[in-house]
């Protein structure tokens, strides 16, 4: 009896060591791809040097020589410049992964008035690459805003608040055709920040109530016409607009690096 009890537990764990490594096999074999692409070593510039020149940069006090001097990587990077507006553009996994940094100076006081960090990556590296999206895409902002939007009466404050992110798009799409027709990826990357504030902008109009959710930690969710669901947070201090914004993977929480709480 205790033979056949023997047997019959060999038995089985060889039944499930051949379901474990057909399963291995299926796994591997579906996402090889992604496993190789998770353990190659990560192109320069790394992804944490990207937005360095962005946190960097202080509204109202930083010049354009001091932007000049950390805004560009030469061997990354390609530079474009109007009179008041100066961007850096780079790409790399072969034009799958594009960032921008991008900064707006007052003509006056010549330092910066609003400053922008854009990235997308179509290829983000992940072993669960089968059941995350594939693309994520992050934008944040700061801009010294203007008095007309701030001292304007409004009928509550989600309608301020919305006025407000109106604003952001408006002074975005404004710097944006002040250097997008020097280089088409800066155009790219343009239309792609345009798209995200505008489908979260649709969703505030559709619903002002949830702007009132703008200024928490966990932002207000809204749906991007091209890359899945994605979360916008805008926290207003004295003249100051901060707006953030993350769609597909980078809309996950939980250990995101990228995530609102950064």
Known sequence: MQ?????????????????????????????????????????????????????????KVSTSADVLTTIHKPEYELLSQSKSVVASVGQKKKGREIWLNMVAFDENELTAKRKYFFVIDEKPKSLLMLIRPRRKLMFD?????????????????NARRIAILKRVLENSRKDIKEVGPDNKMIGICGMLINQSLEASLV??????????????PAGVGFSHMTLDKGKIQMVVADDIASVKIRVDSLAHPFGDPFSLDD
């Open 141 to 157: 902002s700061e801009m010294v805003l203007q008095a007309d939007v701030l001292d304007k009466p409004y009928a509550n404050e």
């Open 203 to 216: 969703e505030l109009d559709s619903s002002p109530v949830l702007a009132s959710g703008l200024s928490e």
């Open 3 to 59: 033979n056949q009890n023997l047997k019959l537990k060999i038995l089985n764990f060889e039944l499930w060591f051949l379901i474990f490594s057909f399963q291995l096999l299926v796994i591997f074999g579906l996402c090889g791809c992604a496993v190789v692409e998770y353990f190659k070593p990560e192109e320069l510039p790394y992804d944490e040097q990207l937005s360095e020149s962005y946190y960097q940069t202080e509204l």
